[in-house]
């Protein structure tokens, strides 16, 4: 396991991207016909929840 030292700005920076770039990732899971391509983008935002959840943020995937 990879241990990175942050500071509450560059925490709340990262945190900021990765909503941001998983809200985008779940508009082209949206418009994605592709089966394959829409797997891969999951597997991305799954990454990326994963991520945030380790920096204690929960990423809201709008399925409720």
Do not use: C, F, P, W
């Not at 500071?7 to 909503?19: G, N």
């Amino acid at each position: 396991m990879l241990h990175v030292d942050l500071t509450a700005e560059e925490k709340a920076v990262l945190l900021e991207v990765i909503e941001d770039y998983s809200s985008d990732l779940g508009l082209e899971i949206a418009d994605t016909d592709r089966k394959s391509m829409r797997d891969r983008l999951h597997a991305q935002r799954n990454v990326l929840k994963k991520i945030a959840d380790s920096l204690g943020h929960t990423i809201d995937d709008g399925k409720d």
